[in-house]
């Protein structure tokens, strides 16, 4: 009787377990599908991003895809990513804007189709944007004419080398220093170009504004190629001495030239942040957590000097993506 009352709980047992392994919720094996489309697959700048947006989507265990045209101009590659993404399942796009208006038809029929728009760097003119991303680029304007300003005395006569003149964040940084140079009663601006992004184009164009106006003192490049060709230009040129460059964003060349004078200010973004923050929001916004988000996150930027370049604070600023 013992034995047959053994075998009978025995038996209950087994088939509770059955029931509770049939009739429980399985666990669900779907990882969400998020897509980055950036502006550069080879700029150091970007590839800090990419670094972020990787480390969040492994903390988040997200599946993530990036992709880039070859140039930062080619908005027209960009808007055919967008699409194709859509295409092949990704339920929020993390982007970054080569061209604010001709970007945006491709923005919204993203968001048409239920895409959660995340941007970030270079914002767009959608109004399904649902988080901005990246630096107040106003206010990083006015920190690289500020930074021209504490440190050259008397008039400065300022060059401009900027990008593509319908990239966002390079206007709104030309439109902080200008504002900064105006203000100070002591500054006038003699020449500007956009040039494209890349180092090479970008060091001739500077090079020619520098032959063409022998009295600026003061130069600003607003993005990481920019930068680095104007770098280059004041270096060939033998200007590190006469010229004030006040460069953007992190490369080794332009990390070098602040050591040797050709740069003398670089105004560091956080990139690494841009890309985890975006990739972390696009999860928040799948997971039902958009209405805690705010419309728009600031990364900080910081103005590096040669005096401030080996503090730790700077040291993480320009390699943070390490």
């Not at 509770?20 to 800090?48: M, N, W």
């Not at 140079?181 to 500077?206: I, K, L, P």
């Not at 000097?305 to 390490?322: H, I, R």
Request: hydrophobic fraction near 50%.
């Amino acid at each position: 009787m013992k034995r047959n009352k053994v075998l009978a709980l025995l038996a209950a047992a087994v088939l509770l377990a059955g029931c509770l392994g049939a009739c429980r919720p399985q666990p669900v094996g779907v990882r969400h599908k998020v897509a980055l489309v950036g502006k550069s697959s080879t700029s150091e700048f970007f590839r800090s991003v990419y670094a972020g947006a990787q480390a969040a989507a492994a903390e988040y265990n997200l599946e993530l895809s990036i992709f880039s045209p070859e140039t930062e101009e080619d908005y027209e590659t960009q808007n055919q990513l967008v699409a194709e993404a859509v295409e092949n399942g990704a339920e929020a796009l993390v982007f970054s804007a080569c061209d604010y208006e001709n970007n945006a038809a491709a923005i919204d029929a993203a968001a048409a189709k239920g895409v959660r728009i995340v941007s970030i760097d270079s914002n767009v003119a959608s109004e399904n944007v649902q988080i901005y991303i990246g630096t107040d680029n106003y206010a990083a304007g006015k920190m690289a004419a500020e930074a021209a300003l504490a440190e050259v005395s008397g008039e400065l006569v300022v060059g401009i080398v900027n990008h593509d003149v319908r990239s966002a964040n390079g206007q709104e940084r030309e439109q902080g220093a200008r504002a900064a140079f105006a203000d100070s009663g002591r500054a006038r601006v003699a020449a500007a170009v956009n040039t494209v992004a890349e180092a090479g184009q970008a060091q001739a164009d500077a090079a020619a504004m520098l032959a063409a106006h022998p009295e600026i003192n003061v130069l600003l490049a607003f993005n990481e190629p920019t930068s680095v060709g104007a770098a280059a230009a004041v270096a060939q040129m033998g200007l590190s001495d006469q010229v004030f460059l006040v460069g953007f964003d992190s490369h080794v060349a332009t990390v070098e030239a602040l050591q040797t004078g050709a740069v003398d200010a670089l105004v560091v973004q956080n990139p690494y942040a841009m890309g985890y923050l975006g990739v972390e929001s696009a999860y928040r916004l799948l997971a039902g957590q958009g209405a805690q988000l705010p419309k728009t996150m600031d990364t900080s930027t910081r103005v590096v000097t040669l005096e401030t370049l080996f503090t730790v604070d700077s040291q993480k600023a320009l390699f943070a993506f390490q």
